[in-house]
């Protein structure tokens, strides 16, 4: 059954399935964190119900985002979100696979990319209790790592930054294939979910072309007590000024 999910500012709310794959508080410090700017043109690689450019056109001030999406039922839900959310002229959803992203984008179109990719590799992460759909969006299924990286080098202009989310056992794969790929990885954010724990994942923030120079930094959800950090709090609400 499907849900609205309120995003905590001006009224917005993004459409979402509780039989299916819901976006979690990754997709909501990626959307925070990200190196996004005012008037940016965003590629959103993967983009499920939508939620990292419904936020970047929001809260960030995007000026318009594509989101590819391999499977319908995401993109018509992002689709209803972004005319739910006054956004239907400046977010485009393509139903496609990144993989065809030659077909699909020119390149060197984009200032920015967004990705919350599968988190794990093909054939790991459980089988999900059967929902192919929550399988599709938390496993790799036809597109790799290797091809979401690709697809953002492809699209991005120069000097263009891709901002993606990975679990932290994933990063040494991620730099690699960023690196491979003609992106130089510029500032890594290592995200635990409470302070005093190792981190879950990592967010790594890649520009194309350029040469080294790594700002690595961390990050803590919630304090020892169980409660919100003081800069997960000023985080989600240093953007309300865009709105």
Request: glycine share 10%.
């Amino acid at each position: 059954m499907e849900y609205l999910t309120d995003l905590g500012f001006g009224g917005h709310a993004v459409l979402q399935d509780d039989e299916g794959y819901a976006f979690s508080q990754d997709s909501v410090l990626l959307a925070n964190l990200a190196d996004l700017k005012k008037g940016d043109s965003v590629l959103d690689l993967g983009c499920g119900s939508g939620i990292l450019s419904i936020l970047a056109l929001l809260k960030r001030g995007a000026s318009r985002a594509v989101g590819i999406e391999v499977q319908d039922k995401m993109c018509d839900m992002a689709t209803r979100s972004a005319a739910l959310n006054g956004l239907a002229d400046r977010f485009e959803i393509l139903r496609s696979d990144v993989k065809d992203i030659r077909k699909l984008v020119p390149a060197e179109s984009f200032d920015k990319a967004v990705c919350n990719p599968p988190y794990f590799a093909k054939g790991a992460g459980g089988d999900y209790g059967g929902n192919e759909q929550r399988r599709v969006a938390r496993a790799e299924s036809t597109a790799s790592l290797h091809d979401f990286v690709f697809a953002a080098a492809y699209a991005l202009r120069a000097k263009g930054a891709l901002s993606l989310i990975v679990k932290a056992s994933r990063l040494a794969t991620l730099l690699y294939e960023e690196i491979s790929c003609g992106l130089q990885p510029k500032r890594l954010i290592l995200c635990r979910p409470k302070e005093g724990e190792e981190a879950d994942c990592a967010i790594a923030i890649a520009t194309k072309g350029g040469g080294e120079g790594l700002k690595i930094s961390d990050f803590a959800v919630r304090d020892k007590n169980g409660e919100y950090t003081s800069a997960y709090r000023e985080l989600t609400e240093q953007w309300q000024s865009c709105i």
